[in-house]
């Protein structure tokens, strides 16, 4: 037995090797941008359960507050327990919590006219030990900085990522085109929803990014990527990400979540 705060010593083929067992720091901020009337993006995170969730919510009055926060809610809530030290099947648990954050959204919204058709991105992360997975719903994203740089790993849903991939657009024209709202894919607005889901391992130093397009709409990945460089506390970084977007327009709320993982 160890914990997630002592080194794990392996012994190699006569090397004794320090086998250290990762740690996690998290931060966020979120802000109503210079446009909108609301704030309708919402994150929450359990760093004991290795949960860290990012959403962007859509629809008329106050159905898209209702859906982000709704589904960060439920992430929290149907993935506590499962994350960092316990031995379930986090995947599986991961696929069930989105079946159910999604039905508990569309139920909602079946039920009240007012809410009729509201829904969700979600980008988020479960973590245990060194295995993070990485879920994806939308055009909220998710990067990792790793020796100072930073990389999409998330490919967004939306009407504009698909023109660029199958050629049919450039990337410095989806950044202007109208139809750069779209989204493909949403948590909530249907019966069924399919998210990308899928593992990677963490390595001590890794910083991880969950946004709203709040964020990477104002900020090309290149200031995001210095911004990040530079070493600060967590809640620095999120205050500076969030303030530097504003500058630049604050067109829309502008979330971001830092995740740390540290030896
Ligand atoms: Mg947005």
Known sequence: MFTRDSPVYTIVRGFTLATAVLHYVAAAATDRGRKRPSNEDAFGFSVEDGVYVVCDGMGGA????????????????????????????LPEAVEQAITAANE??????QRNQRLSGMGTTLV?????????????????RCYRMRQGRLE??????????????????SRAEALRSPLRNVITRALGTQVRVT????GLEAEPG?????????????????????????????EDLCARLVGAAKKAGGNDNITC???????
């Open 206 to 234: 890794d910083l991880f990014l969950l946004c709203s397009d709040g964020l990477t709409r104002e900020l090309p990945d290149a200031v995001i990527e210095s911004m990040l460089a530079e070493s600060r506390p967590l």
């Open 62 to 89: 106050a159905a898209g507050e209702i859906a982000s926060s709704l589904a960060v809610d439920e992430m929290l809530r149907l993935l506590s327990g499962h994350g960092a030290g316990s031995s379930g099947n």
């Open 124 to 140: 988020a992360l479960a973590v245990e030990e060194s295995h993070v997975w990485v879920l994806n719903i939308g055009d909220s």
């Open 195 to 198: 998210p990308d889901v899928f």
């Open 257 to 263: 979540l830092l995740v740390s993982a540290e030896a």
């Open 104 to 109: 508990a959204i569309y139920t909602r919204g």
């Open 152 to 169: 999409q790993l998330t490919v967004d849903h939306s009407l504009v990522e698909e023109q660029v991939r199958s050629g049919r657009m």
